[in-house]
């Protein structure tokens, strides 16, 4: 009868060449009759070890452990034998298996492999063997098997001191106390020490409740500021309630998670045998710590029957009345229980209420005021009972509770609620259009805000009012006027709903607006005799001014709330004084701007920065409407000489020294030259000053400019030299101070515009110099920028450009390819070539560009050493071209493939990998054919066997 | 000696750049031309009279996995097939040879794998003769005596081929392991006898390299065994080879 032997082993040896190989053979046995040949052949003696990689470590599988997991329910016999030759590892990928192993086969066989578990569970990896050693547990729990279930749980559980953490700097350190951890990972240890709770109680009851118990303990004394000689574990606090409630915090340590699995164990019990109730009981309360004691009055109220004396004695009780630490679990006792007494012993317990407990037992809060607290505590025990109260105590009773002694959640002594609480209003945004404009006006001025927290506040109100406003802009702004000599916090409150309704489009009445914006900026900035109370935002003008400049800003733009044209002069006049206001300050700006905000973003947080801004707004507002102006004939300040003045006068530092308020000019530097050429060209050496001494103008301006402005040929021209100045900064530290890659990515995105142009040639300098001086991260995103600019990416699907680029651009960026390659190429490639190049990959699923073009350039990268981002769409491409250039698309995916040991191409697009194999296996060319044939195999080796059909396919 | 035999690649044709002075273009059907960087045909300059050279599918592709590694070590390749052809020079066999056991010993130094400087045993050998034929073995009368001395200098020779030897079998495990497409590691017993292999291929080309009896036909048949052994791991037929393993498994469980 067939039967695999030594002979027919031998033969699988011979045929296997590779790993993978080994694991197909494996991996298909169905029989255990190979087990014994195999472990004649040495098979089973060598477990692979783990192997260190790049400051990790690689766990490689066994596919003969797999096999032997695989085989311990038909044969377990042979299995055992095999297991007890294979020598112990710290591979867990091994040892899981041999769990999987131990666990499929009678628990009596696995019973000598305890300690060896054990010492695998000692080992520095862990993945799956906890849940699987767990599930071993559970093997032997259920065959009563109790000492290998016990140390199992023991070895799997084990706790140990974790480090205090020392939290703090400059003397105000706190040193966070040391925590029992576990040495699994925590995540396992919670689950598993969940799945097997009903198990392991059910197959050792008493044995393993008290193994939950003594684990409970170890947490309690490893952990830093439990008390050890008194046993104060303050657990009410982390722990209000031992059943499971909203108010515990499941994220509060392994305690809690051992807390809820002994309750659990512990009901488990006493329910499956009433008898051990008592043992139950007094095994836990026997170790003395607060946590079990409450567990265990807490297992008496969920499992004790009716007319217990196990319930009674603990309900009528001084001791544990007055015990501060269980007061949850007895409160929710009694209030259960409490029906269940005999009339003797429920007045027993009215009679220790209404003694109250001494006070020493009150809390801290209680002893501050003895008496109340004594109240407070009465009131809190006899809300428990209060349905079961004879009238006069009820009277009692009610009585406290008028006297505000019942809070309200009696049950536990600290109560946490979550909200956020924010500044309140004494009225509502409806009631508020209920009233008439005089007695709003009327509310406004007299309603006086009483001190408190969570009291109602001016904020508040403002905020409310604001709302109001929103939901009816033209109503308030007939009336805005009559706004005017209104606490600041409600003028700005109402004109910010006027700058949100303009944003959104809807239409109302600008001028009565632009008039009480026009009074708040005549105030200045200061508020004579108004101090800043509480409940107010705003203790001057400087917050509405703010208000008004983006309030000009979204009447100016273009759209339905546009303010009208004809009220130029009143908008300018409102303007003009914000834009010589106070703020920025330079003190402000150094302490708020620096290196914590950049100087365009601080601009706009700011009056005179914001005006600035709107300040173009104006400039852009009037050459839209200017009919002289739209000729395009005229220089534009010509026509509005009041801006030309102000924009002359904040480029003179000793007039305004605010770097925030000099990056505007580079935020909206096109636009300037739109409005007046003349004048930018002449001014572009103010905007962006030549000496060192001005750098930080320089720099504040460039920055903006770049980050926020597209690349327009006509700024080029005017400023060529800026961007070869810019260049020699690239390298030194970077001039945004929160996003450098984003202004040096923009940065290089210009100049990759302008090259694609045509404004700048490959041996301009300034392209020279920038792939010379450039980081490579910013080289690399100039070269993905120009791949990219070729399609779109919509739902994950190239799409070529509506507007398809002209051949010249083609070319062009061809050119700078080959040049970027032979520049690598030149020098060898090192790791900042590898990442300019690797960039091709962006390139390639470009739909402009020659297939042989692409194909040759990206085997040539690929050759060269680079590894190509974007991978999956690289094999996208290479699917589709696959029918037309096969040999090529084959040399360049193999040469990836040879590169990539990770095969993470192959994994990130499977099925494109398998449509260009397809196609290739199925061209007419044998060498081709033959070709793909290798590499499907080459695939195979690394495991991806679902290409195996692609084979059997074609050969049918 | 006969190696095993192994299935062979398919045959096919492609054109791969060897180095930066050398193209070759290679058909099954046609030979292919090495030109010199000159651009000019080495023949017609005089050189070797026919340097022209063929590669079959298998070569093709052992000289892709070769070059991968290095155009060194792929020149090495290309020179023991060139010294093959080359009939008329005398010695191209022992030529061809001796680039192929260059090949087989540089190659762990292109995957990393350490290798220790232990010596040729030819010199330990020699050196081991010298100091015998220097022995006095006649002392106090007895003339089978050996001088402690002697017994010293024998028992290190002992210890450094003993350390030695098994070090050549783990560089050779190591090589493999690195030419494996898995990227992944045999089982150690299968890993041995992989070894061993690659040893014996290794031995018949160092034997023939200093003109052991090798005949045309044995050394097609060994370069064969080395091109078949070389591609099996790196670019194996896995999905043949899973069909063939699905046949022994069918046949070992056919009553299972």
Known sequence: MPKPDDDLVQRVLQMVQTAEDVDYFFDNLTSPEWIEPLAKAHLFDSPPAPIAVDGGVQLPAWSASRYLGRMAPLAPLKVRDVLRTIPDTDNVRVTQNLVDALVAMPPEMAAEFVPRVVSWLKGPYQLLLPTKVSDLLRRFADEAMVEEAITLAESLFKLRRGESISVGEDGFTHEWPSEALPIIDQYEYERALARIRPDLIAGTGMVGLEFLRDLLVSAMELEERSSQSEKQDLSWIWRPAIEPHAQNDPGMGIRNVIISVLRDAAIQVARADRSLLRLVVGSLESTGWPVLRRIAVDVIREVAPRRSALVSARIVSESSMYDVDIHHEYWMLLNERFGQLTPTQQQSVIGLIRRGPPLYRLTDAEVDDSEVGREAWQARMLSAIERELPTDVHDWFDELVSKGRLNEHPEFLSYTTGMWVGPTSPVGDAEFGEMTDDELIEFLNSWEPEPGWRKPSREGLGRTLSEAVRQSPERYAEHAESFRALDPTYVNAILDAFRTAGGNGVVFSWEPVLNLAGWVVAQGSKVPNLEKDVGSSESDWTGPRGTIAHLLDVGLKEGPSEILFELRELVWSVLEPLLEDRDPTVEDEARFGGSNMDPQSYAINTVRGQAMETAVKYGLWVHRHDSELKSGQLPGFDRMPELRAVLDRHLVVRHDRSVAVRSMYGRWLPWLLLMDSNWTQVNIKRIFPSRQASAQYWEAAWEAYIAFCPAFNSVFEATRSEYLRAIGRLSGSSPDRRHPMMYQQHFAQHLMLFYLRGELELRDKLLVEFFKVAPADVRASALRFVGRAFYRIEAGEIVPLDDPPSQVIIERACALWESRFLAAELIGLDDSGARELAEFGWWFPAPVFEPTWLLSNLGAAVRLGTTVEARHLVARRLAELAPSEPAAVLEAFDLMLRGDSESWMVLSAPDEVQLMLHAALTNSDPTVRAYAEEITNTLGARGFRQFRTLLTDVEH | ?256
């Open chain 2, 1 to 256: 000696m006969t190696p095993k035999q192994r299935p062979t690649q398919p045959k096919r044709t492609t054109r791969v750049k060897v180095s930066g002075d050398a193209i070759v273009t290679a058909n099954t059907d046609q030979p292919a031309a090495i030109r010199g960087s000159s651009g000019k045909d080495r023949a017609a300059r005089g050189g070797a009279p026919d340097e022209r050279i063929s590669f079959d599918g298998q070569q093709q592709a052992l000289l892709r996995v070769l070059m991968d590694m290095s155009e060194d070590i792929a020149n090495m390749y290309i020179g023991a097939l060139m010294a093959r052809q080359a009939e008329h020079n005398p010695d191209h066999l022992s030529q061809a040879c001796h680039s192929l056991r260059e090949l087989i010993d540089n190659v762990p130094k292109y995957f990393d794998v350490p290798v220790e400087s232990a010596g040729r045993l030819g010199d330990h050998v020699s050196a081991l003769i010298t100091r015998w034929k220097r022995e006095s073995r006649v002392r106090n009368g007895n003339d089978e005596a050996v001088s402690e001395g002697f017994l010293r200098e024998f028992a290190a020779f002992v210890e450094w081929q003993e350390s030695n030897f098994p070090k050549r079998r783990e560089i050779a495990r190591r090589t493999i392991q690195e030419f494996d497409a898995s990227g992944r590691s045999l089982p150690e017993r299968i890993e041995e006898l992989h070894a061993q292999e690659w040893m014996e291929i290794r031995g018949f080309f160092v034997q023939a390299t200093h003109h052991a009896s090798c005949t045309l036909d044995e050394f097609d048949q060994w370069i064969d065994e080395f091109e078949t052994f070389l591609l099996s791991k790196a670019r194996p037929q896995t999905f043949r080879t899973a069909d063939r393993i699905d046949a022994l498994i069918r046949e070992g469980e056919a009553d299972a």
